[in-house]
């Protein structure tokens, strides 16, 4: 099993900063089978990044995200008021073959 | 646009079966695999398993042994039945459509509003 583990476990910002989440896989994930999920409270996930780093649908370009292997990040370049939520990674491989991290807590500070 | 919308009982005895329904609207069920993800109160997703328009299923090992994942192409629906549920089991559950290109990439693109239930008697 690739367990995925997220850091910080939650990270305070200010509007207009920069966010740097981390997110670290116990074994190297194949092919960038890595996305990411923004989910705000009482909503489902909604998918910002897939295949390490290939922004979703209507994500706006503040949204960027990196690495391979076992190391990932996602980088919000300037926080919106609305950017703040609840931030997961997930990845695609061995049994079992989906997994999630544990997630970070991205608050208003 | 592609809507995807859980159903079943809010609240289920301990011990007895969970069964949910998942309504796929606006596109096709070919082509994609069908997940239930669970979401503990206050706590984080777990997957729970799939399965693909082809009718093949992969399951979360932790929960196999209690899980049975269904499709019904003609209703566009695919279920959800966990077996044998305690307090333990209690979480919003999700749909979800996964995108799956071998070589490349995967991810969750569409995802239900996500249904409460709670096991207790």
């Known amino acids: 099993e690739i367990v995925l583990t997220q850091s910080p476990g939650t990270l305070s910002l200010s509007p207009g900063e920069r966010a740097t989440l981390s997110c670290r896989a116990s074994q190297s994930v194949s092919y960038n089978y890595l996305s990411w999920y923004q989910q705000k409270p009482g909503q489902a996930p909604r998918l910002l990044i897939y295949g390490a780093s290939s922004r979703a649908t209507s994500i706006p370009d503040r949204f960027s995200a990196s690495g391979s292997g076992t190391d990932f990040t996602l980088t919000i370049s300037r926080l919106e008021p609305e950017d703040f939520a609840v931030y997961y990674c997930q990845q695609y491989g061995s049994s079992p073959p989906i997994t999630f991290g544990q997630g970070t807590r991205l608050e208003i500070k | 646009q592609v809507q995807l919308q859980e159903s079943g009982p809010g609240l289920v005895k301990p011990s007895e079966t969970l069964s949910l329904t998942c309504t796929v609207s606006g596109g096709s069920i070919n082509g994609y695999h069908w997940n239930w993800i669970r979401q503990p109160p206050g706590k984080g997703l777990e997957w729970i398993g799939y399965i693909h328009y082809s009718g093949s299923t992969n399951y979360n090992p932790s929960l196999k042994s209690r899980v049975t994942i269904s499709l019904d192409t003609s209703k566009k629906q695919f279920s959800l039945e966990l077996s044998s549920v305690t307090a333990a089991d209690t979480a919003v559950y999700y749909c979800?459509?996964?995108?799956?290109?071998?070589?490349?990439?995967?991810?969750?693109?569409?995802w239900g509003q996500g249904t409460l239930v709670t096991v207790s008697s």
């Open positions: 979800a459509r996964w995108v799956f290109y071998g070589g490349n990439s995967d991810y969750f693109d569409y």
